[in-house]
């Protein structure tokens, strides 16, 4: 069992919802990240957020809005999304905001996007 | 500019035999490199790691090893076993810096 939580497991929204994901680790992590992926791709930085303050935005657009409410949340608020934005949406969090600190991912969202 | 390379996609490997997967790396400044495995469906999972002022890491069945004069890591899994069938990705950092370069992955796959 994976100690990162992510909900929903799948999502299918149109281009004009509006939807959130969810993130959740109970590790005490002080960092916790959004990635996305595409088949057979590694995974993309999207977004860092280091003791709850947002460090790093990777240029993302801003129909990607991310949020944490707390130390143990991360939510990724989605809105008028492209068809070319559907992959799986990872969500991780590790000890320290640095690169040495080993990630830990959750499962991910599926998102598709029509 | 690919700073990590795995110019393996996929693998196939014996069941009990040694699996060698290979990672070279562009940028003289990383000073730290991880491997991540990844089954589908999932996320990827941490595996191992090595700084730049080791040559070797060991954790069980995992060896990795860090040539810096050739810029070339490898993991090495003995004996390689069923489970070990996975998406492999070696990833490169600067302990300063947040950011993790990801190669490309590869596909191993262990047959009975």
């Known amino acids: 069992d994976t100690e990162v939580t992510q909900t929903p497991k799948h999502l299918v929204m149109g281009m004009t919802n509006k939807k959130s994901l969810k993130c959740e680790q109970h590790m005490g992590h002080r960092a916790m990240y959004w990635y996305k992926q595409k088949a057979k791709k590694p995974p993309e930085l999207m977004f860092v957020y280091s003791y709850e303050k947002l460090s790093i935005n990777e240029s993302v657009p801003s129909r990607f809005s991310p949020e944490c409410p707390n130390s143990s949340l991360l939510n990724l608020h989605l809105h008028a999304l492209q068809p070319e934005d559907s992959a799986l949406y990872l969500c991780?969090?590790?000890?320290?905001?640095?690169?040495?600190?080993?990630?830990?991912f959750g499962n991910g969202t599926r998102l598709t996007v029509t | 500019d690919q700073q990590v390379k795995q110019n393996s996609p996929s693998l196939s490997v014996q069941e009990g035999r040694i699996s060698i997967l290979n990672c070279d790396y562009t940028?003289?400044?990383?000073?730290?490199f991880l491997w991540y495995k990844k089954y589908p469906a999932e996320g990827p999972t941490f595996l191992i790691s090595i700084s730049s002022i080791k040559d070797k890491n060991e954790d069980g069945r995992f060896t990795v090893f860090l040539n810096k004069s050739a810029k070339h890591l490898s993991l090495h899994i003995v004996p390689s076993q069923p489970g070990d069938s996975a998406v492999y990705f070696c990833?490169?950092?600067?302990?300063?810096?947040?950011?993790?370069?990801w190669g490309a992955g590869t596909k191993l796959i262990i047959k009975p």
């Open positions: 940028n003289s400044m990383f000073d730290y």
């Open positions: 990833a490169g950092t600067m302990d300063s810096n947040y950011q993790l370069i």
């Open positions: 991780a969090s590790s000890q320290y905001g640095t690169g040495v600190s080993p990630l830990h």
